[in-house]
């Protein structure tokens, strides 16, 4: 039932390692097991989305982010004709390395490593969490995933090293799926969240297009709606399938523009195939303004941050001090949830810089 553009089970490329795989489920359903069996998948429930753990039992976490991005992508997988299963693995899988305390959390480390020759980035240590780190197997380690599954986790790069030491490659569809999904789900869960905190609220939203558009059109759907709560969640929902509609009848304009027929061709095209249209594409910048100057660094997210920060930046120099490898470090500080970090830093009786 798939498109021919679509990277069906039959022409996967395989794994790493050379397994006998189970006759119930295809390679990317297995995939998606491993991925939601990891420890490095528990773990994102304790780590930061916008909002530090403990902020509020209703705020999103790394985890339910994941889970958000996966409902996007396989509702834009199934409504192009492409692999659900591939595409739901690669989003569950796309923030296993990222580190406690959001990307402050994650600047604070890339710093650090700099100092000593190395970097962070937090796609790649997500294909790092699932190829070394999860030992799971007696003859390999990490989870052994699908190549396609490993290659759509470096979705922020326009061409990527291939994962068995091929030549570079470009993304599938169900890759570049995620990568839009990953934006949609941040874009709606982050004004939900920010209404929720009232560190902004829907007057101030009123400058902000797609939201008032949205707005206008629950409106007039459901009529006046006097429940907050369930109003400001329709016109998210409603926002959020905007985009999702829009991004669908992009990519499938693109798809025509460039005459992409099969497979190969998706890996031959040099221009994304999987996008916004330029009038939503417009939209979208002035919500992540929005968002960046009234969420991202209004002065109480901007202070849980900087605290995030300290304890990264003070649990690197102890542990580097009491002879740990840079390396190894990276990989122990990325693996930390929020809490087990400010608890480290309490249990090991250290001041914050």
Same mark, same amino acid.
Not at 146 to 174: A, C, F, N, Q, Y
């Given at each position: 039932? !798939?498109?021919?553009?679509?990277?069906?089970?039959?022409?996967?490329?395989?794994?790493?390692?050379?397994?006998?795989?189970?006759?119930?489920?295809?390679?990317?359903?297995?995939?998606?097991?491993?991925?939601?069996?990891?420890?490095?998948?528990?773990?994102?429930?304790?780590?930061?989305?916008?909002?530090?753990?403990?902020?509020?039992?209703?705020?999103?976490?790394?985890?339910?982010?994941?889970?958000?991005?996966?409902?996007?992508?396989?509702?834009?997988?199934?409504?192009?004709?492409?692999?659900?299963?591939?595409?739901?693995?690669?989003?569950?899988?796309?923030?296993?390395?990222?580190?406690?305390?959001?990307?402050?959390?994650? &600047?604070?480390?890339?710093?650090?490593?700099?100092?000593?020759?190395?970097?962070?980035? &937090?796609?790649?240590?997500?294909?790092?969490?699932?190829?070394?780190?999860?030992?799971?197997?007696?003859?390999?380690?990490? !989870?052994?995933?699908?190549?396609?599954?490993?290659?759509? !986790?470096?979705?922020?790069?326009?061409?990527?090293?291939?994962?068995?030491?091929?030549?570079?490659?470009?993304?599938?569809?169900?890759?570049?799926?995620?990568?839009?999904?990953?934006?949609?789900?941040?874009?709606? &869960?982050?004004?939900?969240?920010?209404?929720?905190?009232?560190?902004?609220?829907?007057?101030?939203?009123?400058?902000?297009?797609?939201?008032?558009?949205?707005?206008?059109?629950?409106?007039?759907?459901?009529?006046?709606?006097?429940?907050?709560?369930?109003?400001?969640?329709?016109?998210?929902?409603?926002?959020?399938?905007?985009?999702?509609?829009?991004?669908?009848?992009?990519?499938?304009?693109?798809?025509?523009?460039?005459?992409?027929?099969?497979?190969?061709?998706?890996?031959?095209?040099?221009?994304?195939?999987?996008?916004?249209?330029?009038?939503?594409?417009?939209?979208?910048?002035?919500?992540?303004?929005?968002?960046?100057?009234?969420?991202?660094?209004?002065?109480?997210?901007?202070?849980?941050?900087?605290?995030?920060?300290?304890?990264?930046?003070?649990?690197?120099?102890?542990?580097?001090?009491?002879?740990?490898?840079?390396?190894?470090?990276?990989?122990?500080?990325?693996?930390?949830?929020?809490?087990?970090?400010?608890?480290?830093?309490?249990?090991?009786? !250290?001041?914050?810089?």
């Amino acid at each position: 039932m !798939l498109k021919p553009f679509a990277v069906s089970n039959q022409v996967a490329k395989g794994r790493r390692h050379a397994e006998v795989l189970d006759d119930e489920r295809s390679g990317f359903q297995l995939d998606r097991d491993r991925v939601l069996h990891s420890r490095a998948w528990r773990r994102m429930e304790g780590k930061t989305q916008v909002f530090v753990v403990g902020y509020g039992d209703h705020y999103r976490t790394r985890m339910t982010h994941s889970l958000e991005v996966a409902q996007v992508s396989r509702d834009l997988a199934r409504w192009l004709g492409l692999n659900e299963d591939l595409a739901e693995t690669i989003a569950l899988a796309h923030d296993l390395g990222h580190t406690p305390f959001g990307h402050a959390g994650e &600047h604070a480390l890339h710093e650090c490593l700099q100092k000593h020759g190395l970097e962070f980035e &937090h796609n790649e240590q997500s294909r790092r969490t699932v190829e070394e780190l999860e030992m799971v197997y007696p003859k390999f380690s990490g !989870l052994n995933l699908s190549i396609e599954v490993l290659e759509g !986790l470096m979705k922020h790069h326009s061409s990527w090293d291939h994962p068995t030491g091929g030549d570079m490659i470009r993304p599938s569809l169900e890759a570049q799926i995620v990568n839009l999904a990953d934006e949609i789900a941040y874009q709606n &869960h982050d004004v939900d969240d920010g209404l929720r905190s009232e560190l902004f609220n829907e007057k101030d939203l009123r400058e902000v297009e797609i939201w008032e558009q949205a707005m206008e059109e629950v409106q007039y759907k459901y009529g006046d709606i006097l429940d907050l709560p369930v109003r400001r969640a329709r016109i998210v929902s409603h926002m959020m399938s905007m985009m999702i509609k829009d991004v669908h009848d992009e990519t499938e304009r693109r798809l025509r523009e460039h005459k992409i027929e099969t497979l190969e061709d998706v890996y031959a095209c040099k221009t994304p195939l999987v996008d916004f249209s330029v009038e939503m594409r417009r939209r979208n910048t002035a919500l992540k303004e929005f968002l960046t100057n009234r969420l991202y660094f209004h002065p109480e997210v901007k202070a849980l941050s900087e605290h995030g920060q300290s304890i990264i930046r003070t649990l690197f120099d102890h542990y580097l001090a009491q002879g740990m490898e840079p390396l190894v470090l990276k990989d122990y500080l990325a693996g930390m949830t929020d809490r087990f970090a400010e608890f480290q830093v309490k249990e090991l009786g !250290l001041s914050l810089e």
